[in-house]
């Protein structure tokens, strides 16, 4: 859990899986948690590597609507490198596939106005007061319905903490730019993947060089 919350986003989605059986663990459970195991010990010199270039600050969200309990994922993306992640299930049933993005969407927002109230106060030459940060999405539906409320009918029954997105566009905090599932980094911890993506996002994540020594794809 240290690892999956503070230094490596790689395993956070397998990890956020096998947590919800906790209550109710199996064999084929604990075969998981040592494939896990395995990953890390071939994996172990590599982690977030940052560079000293200036970059903007950006971030992704995405949700997964396949369970019962949908999962939020959400990427804080800065330097190179991700500052903050989450893989998390969500604490209501969402009735829709927007009403599950939306819930992410607003998670990930208010991590966006922290670290811009946090790179603020640390240079304010980080964070462009006039400049709103890009929280991506490659959900239309969400999309729309962060600016405004053009699908009423269909989403009266939301509640109104998952609007925070919303406040944070109106309030130029955030924009919602539309993305391609394929350029959405957040796809990363909302579900599994199959080995040539998870370790291309992966990379991508957390600023891995291809001839970085140590790294093992396999």
């Known amino acids: 859990m240290y690892l999956a919350t503070n230094t490596r986003p790689d395993i956070a989605y397998p990890l956020n899986q096998i947590c919800r059986c906790m209550a109710n663990p199996t064999p084929e459970l604990m075969r998981e948690l040592d494939r896990i195991f395995v990953y890390l010990h071939y994996n172990q010199t590599i982690g977030l590597t940052y560079d000293a270039k200036p970059t903007r600050l950006t971030a992704s969200s995405d949700a997964s609507w396949e369970t019962r309990y949908s999962t939020s994922a959400w990427l804080i993306h800065w330097q190179g490198a991700v500052l903050s992640w989450g893989s998390k299930k969500q604490n209501c ?42 929280l991506v999405t490659d959900s239309k539906a969400a999309h729309d319905l962060s600016y405004n409320p053009e699908h009423h009918a269909r989403s009266k029954h939301f509640l109104r903490r998952h609007f925070y997105v919303r406040n944070a ?9 539309l993305v391609k599932t394929a350029d959405n980094l957040a796809d990363f911890l909302s579900k599994p993947l199959l080995s040539p993506r998870y370790f291309e996002m992966r990379d991508a994540i957390m600023n891995i060089k291809k001839e970085r020594s140590g790294v093992n794809n396999e």
């Open 169 to 177: 566009v109106e309030s130029f905090e955030i924009t919602v730019p």
């Open 93 to 134: 049933v969402a009735l829709s596939s927007c009403e599950s993005e939306i819930i992410a969407l607003s998670e990930a927002a208010k991590e966006v106005v922290y670290f811009r109230k946090l790179l603020k106060g640390i240079d304010s030459s980080l964070v462009p007061v006039d400049r709103p940060t890009e």
